[in-house]
């Protein structure tokens, strides 16, 4: 009796639950020509890099995404340097991600783009949204894209003669290399006097006995 | 010697092409400059009295947190992202908090919602008095300061008397609050959530910030001299600032009710009775006058919550070990400053994947070439500081 009802609910719920914001997922990929994925609250859209800054102007001239929040990368590889690795293999690419909204209602979608790993290069938003000259430069220097028509790809952060890209997977976390974190040799032991290695047990005297 | 007439012509025409002909200067601002809030560098081409051509060079306080958040575990992160925008550490929690929560699907008790919107409108309060203090000051008058930071050190009190930090709580646990300072672990059958007392002395200090709004509204607001340096000055449009990322106050001087607050329902914040204030010419004046309005609903918003905060556990059920299973989202949230949210790609393991930090600051900066362009050198100041940034928060 248990058993049944709860595969109708779960049934029910696999047919009668749409996201309430699938309706505007669609709507927005429609009009820029892409692919809706709804994830967490989140509207992503994936539209082909070469019809990225098509897309966005579209996003800012049709749809009243005049709210540039932010852009930034994402790298997808199964064989990171540093943090945690993927469970699942991926197909190793750069995404670039970039959220715009609306200033009235607060509606807002994120487009993404895949680039190839070596030499990603994707034309410049700076036109369509004056916002993105600051992010480009970070993405630049961070995971080294290529923007094309952006009028001062220079570093952001990193000092002039920086070499490397630090937010590639592949970029080593020096002071990790040095002390690896998080672990058992977080607690450093106390310097001993004179280098007697006896000294370097704990000892298990009472020192007030 | 006598000079002839073509001598004479000669001389003449030297002097007048070298008088005609000015020179441009480039002038550095900071990076050691008590107004630019931090380390924060302005190279600007002077001609005369105006300045063209300002390119802000910033990074000299750039931590990588995007890295560090790589390799850290999520209850870790935490502690970063207190360090983000140090004026009001507790909200830069928030975001990050919640979207964890999200991907996790975890509910979140009403009374732990309740504390988090009061310290956060505490962080509000405290990081728009910080502006209170130090934007007339930049402007020549000192007296202002010393009433808005007297007032902070009141809310900062109360803030430290619930987390334990002036600045750096680290109150957010996944799925709720922590037990308060000194009341012992989470693991016992009855914890204290919040000090003794601390509905009475919040009350109290609502009602002393209340009374400070008033008297840096006369202070300031019926300064001539304030009101020539600000009134008009800095114009921002609503299609330039919102094509910048221009969030926060600094967008709803331009007359947008722009309130994630509002439009992201991420606390109860609809449960309250209060108004999004917005200017209407997008200058300086607009901008300090937006702030100084927010204080106040904050102010009111917290005394209504604190009549309402409900009864019951300050944490949801986790594991032990916080888990995050494979998801992304974006969440943002209402900061001081502005729009500041996280984008997390997760994927079940003890930290995320990756991290990116939106924060306010950082856009609201990026506007600063085209709102400085033949601007007079002394309203470069006014400029940059009614924008209200803090360079931890632009640099991250």
Request: charged share 25%.
């Amino acid at each position: 009796m248990t058993s049944n009802q709860s595969d109708v609910t779960s049934e029910q719920a696999e047919t009668t639950t749409v996201h309430p914001l699938q309706e505007f997922a669609d709507s927005v990929a429609a009009a820029v020509g892409g692919e809706a994925e709804i994830t967490f609250d989140t509207v992503k859209v994936h539209v082909p890099a070469e019809r990225w800054v098509e897309a966005l102007t579209t996003a800012r001239d049709d749809l009243g995404f005049g709210y540039f929040s932010f852009l930034s990368a994402i790298e997808w590889t199964n064989d990171p340097a540093v943090g945690y690795p993927l469970t699942d293999e991926v197909e190793e690419r750069i995404e670039v991600i970039c959220t715009v909204g609306d200033v009235f209602e607060g509606r807002r979608v994120t487009f993404s783009t895949d680039l190839p790993v070596d030499s990603p290069t994707i034309a410049s938003l700076v036109d369509v949204y004056a916002g993105a000259n600051w992010h480009e430069r970070e993405a630049h220097e961070m995971f080294g894209i290529h923007f094309e028509g952006h009028p001062n790809l220079i570093h952001l952060y990193l000092p002039e003669g920086f070499t490397g890209n630090p937010l590639r997977k592949s970029f080593p976390l020096l002071s990790r290399e040095v002390k690896p974190w998080p672990g058992d040799v977080d607690v450093e032991a106390m310097p001993t006097e004179g280098g007697d290695a006896a000294a370097d047990e704990p000892s298990t005297e009472n020192p007030e006995a | 010697m006598s000079i002839d007439a073509d001598t004479i012509r000669h001389l003449s025409e030297v002097s007048v092409s070298v008088e005609l002909q000015t020179e441009d200067m480039t002038l550095n601002i900071g990076p050691q400059h008590p107004s630019t809030h931090g380390v924060l560098r302005l190279v600007a081409r002077v001609d005369g009295e105006r300045a063209f051509d300002v390119q802000p060079v910033i990074g000299y306080m750039h931590r990588g947190y995007e890295k560090l958040a790589e390799v850290r575990t999520y209850p870790q992160i935490t502690t970063i992202v207190n360090r983000i925008d140090w004026v009001a550490g507790y909200a830069n929690e928030i975001p990050f908090i919640t979207a964890a929560e999200k991907i996790m699907e975890l509910e979140v008790p009403p009374r732990a919602q309740y504390i988090r919107l009061i310290l956060t409108e505490m962080a509000r309060i405290c990081s728009h008095l910080v502006f209170m203090a130090s934007y007339p000051l930049e402007l020549g008058a000192a007296s202002p300061l010393f009433f808005a930071l007297r007032e902070r050190e009141r809310v900062l009190d109360l803030l430290e008397g619930v987390t334990g930090g002036r600045f750096h709580p680290n109150f957010n646990r996944i799925g709720g609050v922590k037990p308060a300072y000194g009341s012992g672990s989470m693991t016992r059958k009855w914890v204290q959530d919040l000090p003794a007392g601390f509905y009475r002395d919040t009350r109290a200090a609502m009602d002393r910030v209340l009374e400070v709004c008033d008297e840096l509204d006369n202070l300031v607001a019926g300064n001539e001299i304030i009101l020539a340096r600000t009134k008009g000055v800095g114009v921002i449009p609503v299609d330039v600032a919102a094509s910048y990322g221009l969030s926060g106050p600094n967008l709803r001087a331009s007359g947008v009710p722009f309130d994630l607050r509002k439009m992201e329902h991420y606390l109860p914040y609809d449960e309250l009775d209060w108004n999004v204030v917005t200017g209407t010419n997008g200058d300086c004046y607009d901008r300090w006058w937006c702030r100084l309005q927010e204080i106040r609903e904050s102010a009111k918003m917290i005394q209504q919550a604190i009549d309402q905060v409900p009864e019951g556990p300050i944490q949801a059920k986790v594991p032990k070990v916080i888990k995050v299973p494979k998801g992304e989202t974006y969440v943002r949230a209402e900061n001081p400053k502005g729009e500041m949210g996280y984008y997390l790609v997760t994927d079940g393991g003890n930290g995320p994947y990756r991290v990116k930090i939106r924060s306010a600051s950082f856009s609201n900066l990026s506007i600063l070439p085209w709102a400085l362009e033949g601007a007079l050198i002394p309203d470069i100041i006014a400029i940059m500081g009614s924008l209200d940034f803090v360079l931890g928060d632009v640099d991250r």
